[in-house]
C-alpha cells in the first residue's frame, strides 16, 4: 500500500480526514503459482480513526470488481449494443431495426440529427441535455472527442 494524498477538511460535524492509497494486490493460482497483478485506487473519509480503513475497503473491492468483471448494477451507459455501433445499425435491415424497436421500446420518431440512426427517447434526452441537440452514442462520442471532453 502507498499513501498518495491525505488531508484534513472541515465538515459540519467537525474536522475529518480524507486519505488516498494505491494498493497491489496479487490474485495466486495455488496450484501453478501463476498470479494476476491488480493495481487499485482507494479513497477513504471519516472524523474518527477508520479513514485508512475505508480507503483499503475500498481499493479492495474496486480490485475485485475490476479483477473479475463482477457488474455493479448502476451501468449509466444502459443502452443497447446496437446502439452503441453505429455500423451494426446500418447493416441491419429496416425490417431488424424496427423489430428491436419493439424489443427494446419505440424510439418515438428520435432520430440522431448526425446520422440519422433511431434513437430511443433516453438517449435523445441524455444527449440533447448534455450536447445540446439529439445524438445517438456513437455521434456523442465523436462529438466529445472533438470538443476534447
Not at 495455488?30 to 479513497?43: I, K, M, N, P, Y
Not at 451507459?77 to 427494446?104: A, G
Not at 456513437?138 to 471532453?149: D, F, I
Request: charged letters at 25%; aromatic letters at 4%; one cysteine or more.
Amino acid at each position: 500500500m502507498e499513501l498518495i494524498a491525505e488531508k484534513e477538511i472541515t465538515t459540519k460535524g467537525g474536522t475529518s480526514r480524507i486519505m488516498n492509497i494505491s494498493v497491489t494486490y496479487h490474485v495466486i493460482d495455488a496450484d501453478s503459482g501463476e498470479f494476476l497483478e491488480v493495481q487499485t485506487l482507494g479513497e477513504g473519509m471519516d472524523n474518527g480513526d477508520k479513514t485508512a480503513y475505508k480507503a483499503m475497503t475500498g481499493a479492495f473491492k474496486y480490485a475485485q470488481r475490476q479483477a473479475f468483471m463482477i457488474p455493479t448494477g448502476d451501468d449509466p451507459d444502459q443502452v443497447s449494443s446496437d446502439e452503441l455501433s453505429n455500423t451494426s445499425l446500418q447493416q441491419k435491415p429496416v425490417s431488424s431495426q424496427e423489430s428491436r424497436q419493439k424489443e427494446t421500446g419505440s424510439t418515438n420518431g428520435h432520430v440522431c440529427e448526425e446520422c440519422q440512426n433511431p434513437i430511443t427517447q433516453k438517449v435523445a434526452s441524455y444527449s440533447k441535455k448534455n450536447m445540446g441537440r439529439s445524438l445517438c452514442m456513437p455521434c456523442q462520442k465523436k462529438h466529445k472527442v472533438a470538443s476534447g471532453e
